[in-house]
Every structure is written in structure tokens, then in C-alpha cells.
């Protein structure tokens, strides 16, 4: 039982730490952001992996089965929406009382932002297909690694947050600033770019 844990968690911390969509918006807005804005993003951001969680247990490979191009569908939603999300990131006033009212990060975003993420959709359907924990039954083993799965991906999500706090500090002019964000909206894009071309992953 030991072993088949340990398993899991180094699992699900290369899958979902790994840079990517998620990471890199958390990072980008401890970055450009108020603390207080990043953990209602970051609150966000794990509602929706409950979600992600339920929908890939219990729908998503049932769905894929029969509709082929329900994943397409999501990647393309997810692409315009990161890309979206980065444009804000990237064009916010530095060091100004309006930044906050262009992009808003706060619960709501992060919800959606993780709902329409691929990378996921697909790093979960691995973990629950490749890493299950022993349990009593089926129910009682998919939520012990639900459960499991959920804390790691909170520390992961949380350290890209706080990363983006540290490397804020680095960045004290509006030059450094803007470089910084783009540099983090870039990223967000790539990342999104990547994880819909590994669609074979599903």
C-alpha cells in the first residue's frame, strides 16, 4: 500500500506540476498580481480539478469513445481561453490601479481556466487508469486516490503560485515588470500548445 502511494504522488506531481497550462497562470499571477487575487485563482484552479477529477472517472472515456471530437472541441476552447488569459496577463498596466480591473484573477477564472484545461483532463484519465490505490472496492479506491491526488495537486499549484511571488521581487522597474509577464504569457501559450499536441495521451 506504502509503495502503490509513494507511486501515486510522484505521479501526480510530474503530471500536474509539471509546466503547463495551470502552472503557468498561477505562476503569472503571483506574478503581476495581489496575493489576495492569486489564492482566489488558486481556489479556483482546484474547484475545477474536482471537477476534472469526476469528469474523468466517471464520463470522459465513455464520452470520447462514442463522440471522437469532444476532444478537439476542448482544446480548441482551451487554447482561445489561455490565449485570452495571457493577453491580459501580458498587456496589464504595470504598477497600476488598474491592472486589477482588466483581468480579474480571482475564483471564477481559475474554475474555468482548470474546466477547459486539457493537460488535466488527460493527466487524470492516466492516474485513474494507471494508479489506482488498492481499496475495498472500486468506489472506495477511486475516491483514496482522488483524495490523494487532490492534496498533491494542491502543494504543486501552490508552489508555482508562491514561485511566482518570489520572481516578482526580481522584477522591482515597469520594464523588468512587462518583461516578466510576457515572458509568463508566452509560456501559458506554449504550454497549451503542447498539451493539446499530446492528444495521443487520452
Known amino acids: 500500500m506504502l509503495e502503490a502511494i509513494i507511486t501515486l504522488i510522484t505521479a501526480t506531481a510530474l503530471l500536474l506540476g509539471s509546466p503547463g497550462p495551470a502552472p503557468m497562470a498561477l505562476a503569472a499571477v503571483g506574478a503581476a498580481y495581489p496575493l489576495q487575487q492569486g489564492v482566489k485563482f488558486l481556489a479556483g484552479i482546484l474547484a475545477g480539478l474536482i471537477w476534472v477529477m469526476l469528469f474523468a472517472a466517471f464520463i470522459l472515456n465513455g464520452l470520447i469513445s462514442i463522440h471522437p471530437y469532444l476532444l478537439s472541441t476542448m482544446q480548441v476552447l482551451a487554447a482561445l481561453y489561455i490565449i485570452w488569459v495571457a493577453y491580459k496577463i501580458a498587456t496589464a498596466p504595470i504598477n497600476s490601479s488598474n491592472a486589477e480591473t482588466l483581468m480579474e484573477p480571482g475564483f471564477w477564472q481559475g474554475f474555468v481556466f482548470n474546466l477547459i484545461n486539457p493537460k488535466a483532463y488527460a493527466a487524470f484519465v492516466a492516474l485513474f487508469s494507471s494508479f489506482m490505490l488498492p481499496g475495498e472496492d472500486s468506489l472506495h479506491a477511486l475516491l483514496t486516490t482522488a483524495a490523494c491526488c487532490f492534496v498533491v495537486a494542491t502543494l504543486v499549484d501552490g508552489l508555482w503560485l508562491i514561485a511566482g511571488r518570489l520572481l516578482r521581487t526580481l522584477f522591482t522597474t515597469p ?21 493539446a499536441s499530446k492528444s495521443a495521451f487520452y
Open 175 to 195: 520594464k523588468q515588470g512587462r518583461y516578466l509577464r510576457v515572458l509568463f504569457a508566452v509560456l501559458m501559450v506554449l504550454a497549451v500548445l503542447v498539451a
